[in-house]
């Protein structure tokens, strides 16, 4: 689904629906006594204008903003003397929209950014623990409480470990947020090498438990084999494709910091996590596009820790499962 393409018609019909709206005005002193055309109108155009932003920056950033600047809006109306009483002056109807929502508004946008944010699994990568269709909840606040758009911490709360399932920006675009989960954390030095993790000279214990088998888009389907991974005394599993490389070669990226960290050949990669950065790998691990390819993930890149599968409509009884 190109949704780009539905947010350039939100904001060409929004505009629309508004001016028709227009046409029947009557005077109004809040959102319930607008018409139900121009409610939409302006809902279509939030939304709208949120995701052309959102091919410019971070979406969870830009949602933020939106909601702020909707809320600003609101009390300015009401600063100007805008009330919703039938004795004084009527409302615009941007003013009526804004006023009335602007609590609302705010609450979405504070609770969004820095409590509880939601996201939808797009991808294979964390199989099998998350499947495409999963809706997921993340911890905004497990890593510190930070400031939208620069994402520095303002108050520390905690430190990724090893084993955390963790939403990040991604590195080589910003606008993506990816999810993986935590194998190196600063100082550590990562070996991936013919299937085998090791973690400063420590093989990662990782037995094989069933066969696995899933298909994505339709095809034929993967035949893998699930293991049972104890990492740092966290257990998860992930998946091995017999027969499928551990590392190809050609897809690595010139990240920073490759030269002088990591080695990469055939077999896998080695590498010395930085200061200040972290190692992310999926659990899917033959089907992932993750740390082995791209690098290391700042800490000024991290959104949040993912807890809770809340919706699955394809597989009701994923809902409520913890992310381990």
Known sequence: MNWTLLALAALFIGPILIWRARRKAQPVF???QMSESALWGYFLILVGGWGVLSMFANPSDLFFLVMMVAAVLALFAKLRGYKAKGNERPLPDWAAFGFSNALVLAAIGVGK????????IPSSSMRPGLVVGDFILINKFAY?????????????????????????RYPMDTRLNYIKRVIGVPGDKVEYRNKLLTINGVKVDSVPVAEYRYADGGGEGIQAVRMRETLDGKVHDTLNVPGAPTLLPPGVMDFPGRSESCQHDETGFSCTVPAGKYMMLGDNRDNSNDGRYWGFVPENHLAGKAFLIWMN??????IGTKIN
């Open 113 to 120: 950014t820095f409590v509880v944010e939601p996201m939808q």
């Open 144 to 168: 510190g409480v930070r400031i939208p758009f620069i994402n520095e911490t303002v108050v520390p709360l905690g430190k990724p470990q090893r084993g955390d399932v963790v939403v990040f």
């Open 30 to 32: 809040d959102a319930e």
């Open 313 to 318: 409509l394809g597989e009701l009884s994923r």
